[in-house]
Structure formats: C-alpha cells, structure tokens
C-alpha cells in the first residue's frame, strides 16, 4: 500500500514471464487504504492485459510472531487452497524463497535490493510528495492536497486559485456556478446541478492535479447561498459535503474592496456574510487559515500553509 512503480515493474517483469499471471493482493480490515481502493487502481493500471489476474486474499491466518519459515508455510497452505497450482512465484521480498519452497514453485527475484526502485509503499505513504515521481497516475488523486478557498463574494477566491494554480505548476476548480447561471434568479433544481457539477468538476480536476488541488469554493457556500436566496438548503448538498474533505480551508476575510459583477449583489450585507461563512465552518468543527491584507499579502499567507504541507 499503495500501488508504485516498483510494484509495476514487478508485475510486467512477471507478466512477460509466464502464461498467466495472478496477483495475490493481500489486505487486513485496519489497512490504512482501502482493498476496494487498491484493487481499483490495479485494475486501472492493468486494464486490457488478459493475462493479468488480480485476485484479493484477506490475511487473516499470518502470525507475525511466528518464525519466517512458519509463516511462509502457512501462507503456501492457503494460497494452494485458493489459487491453481503455482509455476513460478515472483517477489521483491526476502519471504519470496522460503514462499516459493513452500508451494513447490520455482523462485524468481525481482530487484530484491531495490535498486532500480529505490521506495517502498510506507514511506510513500509518510511522505508521497517526497517520491512523487513513484507513483502511478492513477494512484497520484489519493494523496493530493485539496485547498479550499473559501468566504463571502469579492474577496479574491477565484484571482487567488488561478495564480495559486499556475505558481504550483497544478490545476484549480472554478465557481462553476457562474458557468451555469447568470443571475441571482434560481431554483432549487439549479441549485441542486450547481452542487453536482461543482463536485464533478472537483473529481475531474483531481485525476490530473499535481500534489495539490486549488478550489475556488465549496458545497458549504453553495448551501449558504441556497438558504439566502431560496430560504431552503435541500438535503442532496449535504450528502455531497459528505464526498468531499479539504485539508486546508482559506477564509477570506472582507478587509478588500468590494467589486460588483452580474452576480454580486451583498455589498452591503459583508459583515453579515462573512459571520455566516465562519460560523458554518465553526458548527463542522472545520479548521481555518484566516486570509487578510492586500491581495500580495493574501499569496504570502497561503504560500506559508502550502510549503508547510509539501513539506
């Protein structure tokens, strides 16, 4: 856990080897990624190669107090009760030996030193952005960073995440709202696409994101928009909050001039709003980055949180 580079090589290495190959991915209930996650990027990786079998073994039958030669043999027992009858056995592990000793199969090694790919799954996951360049691309959406840019109208959320997206070579997710409707005049079905949309462009952005996801706004605002302008937020905006979790949140403070466009119709009301935005984060029990000053003060504020994150 994860899938890496190091593991694809295996597996091609593997694969060029024999007639058809099964992949035993092994996975415990306390794992720290999901089997359905893992098996999905397996599948995405390998998708098309027929002769790529990827099967899920619960482990719950290794004693990892027992000596390595113990544990293999208890291993070779169920995956000889579980699979066909193994040729060859492929690993990068020292167990891989005693293993294939175990089933009656040939050993072949791969990298066992672990010189053309020098990681391993634990520290990818301690420290992914480290060992970006190890991970698959479908695999890259799990660790991204998603940043919220978040508060009351024209307070530079959608300036900041184009110039935050270009500084960090990444992608940003637009207010798609303004993609959609072009005044304040909506109806809960408009709100409701607003918030489907959002999210679908969220996860679309994601796929291609690099290490981190700027978001010009979130579900939150568009249920506080809904409740201002319709007077009703319709139960489908929280279960789509439910898909989605932020590591930082940056609310912008209203300590800049107010600018009107074809939407903006709350200059008055800032204050107010801004109250709002923060008791909504307040009653999630969300942590913020309070974001103020000049615009050139703002990018020095948001500048410190994401170096502190790649770190």
Request: with cysteine; proline share 6%.
């Amino acid at each position: 856990m994860p899938v890496h580079h190091g593991h694809m090589a295996l597996i091609e290495f593997a694969a060029n080897r024999c007639d058809e190959l099964i992949v035993s991915m092994s996975y415990r209930e306390d794992d720290p990624i999901s089997y359905e996650l893992r098996l999905l990027w397996l599948q995405e990786i390998f998708r098309g190669r027929d002769s790529i079998r990827v099967d899920v073994v619960l482990d719950d039958f290794d004693d990892e107090s027992a000596p390595l030669s113990q544990r293999t043999k208890q291993w070779s027992y169920h995956i000889q009760r579980i699979f066909p009858p193994v040729n060859i056995l492929f690993a990068s592990e020292p167990y891989g030996e005693p293993f294939a000793l175990h089933l009656g199969a040939e050993y072949q090694p791969f990298d066992p030193e672990r010189r053309k790919f020098p990681v391993s799954a634990t520290e990818i996951r301690d420290s992914p952005f480290r060992y970006w360049s190890f991970i698959p691309e479908p695999v890259r959406p799990y660790f991204v960073k998603k940043i919220c840019f978040y508060g009351p109208e024209s307070t530079g959320k959608s300036s900041l995440a184009v110039e935050m997206a270009a500084r960090y070579d990444t992608n940003y997710v637009p207010e798609v709202a303004r993609e959609m409707i072009s005044s304040n005049e909506f109806t809960v079905d408009d709100i409701i696409a607003i918030g489907h949309a959002q999210l679908k462009r969220m996860e679309e952005k994601l796929l291609t994101a690099n290490k981190i996801l700027f978001c010009d706004t979130d579900v939150i605002t568009t249920q506080i928009y809904s409740q201002h302008y319709l007077g009703v937020v319709p139960e489908v905006l929280y279960e789509i909050e439910k898909k989605v979790n932020y590591d930082v949140y940056f609310l912008m403070d209203i300590d800049v001039p107010w600018i009107a466009d074809g939407l903006r119709d709350l200059g008055d009301r800032r204050e107010e709003m801004m109250r709002i935005f923060r008791d909504e984060l307040g009653k999630r029990n969300l942590n913020y980055v309070l974001v103020t000053g000049s615009f050139v003060e703002r990018k020095e504020i948001i500048d410190r949180e994401i170096r502190g994150l790649l770190s």
